[in-house]
């Protein structure tokens, strides 16, 4: 059974006990472009007692550059190298886990920002944002002229979705031999301010059917992403602790990698997902409602 | 185990044992713009030995009246009559069998033929082809309206999928209270004359997927689609047959149906698929290598 944090002491015993702290931020921080009340209170709480702070976001449409644009416009202080986005995990788990040769590429089902962290990590790249594949316009196949350099087929969130990069993507993961099928996360909805729209996960959820096939999936709650923050800084598990709206992604990701969890219930889980008959299986260690609670400490 | 036919009194005795021939279309009696050798030959022979033959397509792309033109184009005969498509069982499932109420609407993720069907069943719908539904441009769930009418969502093989269809999908399905989740079918792909695409089940699998949530489907292998057949037209099961080319649609339409069942290797089916050690478990009762082979018959 999770703890209920409600008490100025409950939240001074957590601060004790954890060094490092980890935000997803959607539903933790800020509810699409509204920041959660006292989460910048919180936030500065921590840096003041010397925490180490990481931002955890499966968000694949904004590179760690242009998401730390979010923060400075809803005046969170946030640095890039505490930023870890599921487009910039991708992009590395290409160049240093799967080392893709230099002369193959990727086919992006993506947007501006998974353009820029293969970019930056030096990955070459078609598809994505280029004109000819954000195109409604029919499909021919026999005009078609598969690239044999296409090692990999990476899908993320991308409002650009269309049977043009569905029907190349198909073709260079049936037609190229070993061509590797990825996805930056697997979220199935994606909250906005008035409410959900599908999410990364249904973008590729098209080519999952037609392969019968799953793809490696790098954001929460799979390990990959915090294989990538280990590989860039020191921390031990077990004095780390993932705040999150999500349990199946978040929480997972924060026991997956043997952290301490907390949820908050400022974004997508309810009350009734964690108690009651239907509650889910996935138990996170604590829980308070939101991360603003944690100002009490501060008075 | 399924008897291979090859013999010309292989062939008589199938004609002797069945008098309703119900036939797949793409990959039995074309390849995309290629008719397959010897089937306009073979529907001569049947109906000249007065089998009643009718076809049965899970293409919702196209209306019965423009899967005529089809036929025509190919120099097949056909009539509107005999042809069964799965977008024009949906709109009879739709207005026959769910009742949808007149001031209801469906939205459609699908093509002209699906409105055209829709259309001539008197069900009223919205999405499809409206240009304000086929546009990449981004979607803003603040400017969107919900119809409250909407009871509806019916998906099918659409090449103008998009972002803000999906989005408008999610929405009624997840807001109208007892909107309905429509799929015409579920083919993973769709045969073209050079490969295969993504089919209408990868249409629907976004929103499957955000939804955590199955389709009704109408096609084969659904037995929705016989019912449809069996409201319009007299046969008798025990001696029907179903010819066609996938194990996981016709096959198990056929079997579901209480039909014979009749494979073909001119389409996706392989020969590694039916014999072998991994063969499919969906076994038909014959299989020949072409409809063409029929022709022996009558030399």
Known sequence: MSARLSSVSDYEALLDKYDTWMFDCDGVLWQGDRLIEGAVDVLGLLRRRQKKVIFVTNNATKSRKSYKGKFDQLGVEAHVDEIYGSAYAAAVYISSVMKLPKHKKVYVIGMKGMEEELHEEGVAFLGGMDPADCTLEPF????????????????????????????????????????????????????????????????????????????????????????????????????????????????????????????????????????????????????????????????
């Open 140 to 299: 021919s196949l026999a005009d078609f002229t598969l690239d044999p350099d296409v090692g990999a087929v990476l899908c993320g969130l991308d409002t650009n979705i269309n049977y043009t990069k569905l029907s190349k993507a198909f073709q260079y993961l049936t037609r190229n031999p070993g061509c590797v099928f990825l996805a930056t996360n697997e979220d199935s909805t994606y909250p906005v301010a008035d409410g959900l729209l599908p999410g990364a996960g249904s973008i590729s959820a098209p080519l999952r059917y037609a392969l019968g096939k799953d793809p490696i999936s790098i954001g929460k709650p799979a390990t990959t992403m915090l294989d990538c923050i280990k590989a860039k800084i020191d921390f031990d598990p077990k004095r780390t602790i993932m705040v999150g709206d999500r349990l199946n992604t978040d929480i997972l990701f924060g026991q997956g990698g043997g952290l301490a969890t907390l949820l908050v219930l400022t974004g997508i889980t309810s009350e009734a997902e964690i108690s009651g008959p239907d509650a889910s299986s996935i138990v996170p260690d604590f829980v308070t409602q939101s991360i603003g609670d944690l100002r009490s400490i501060g008075k």
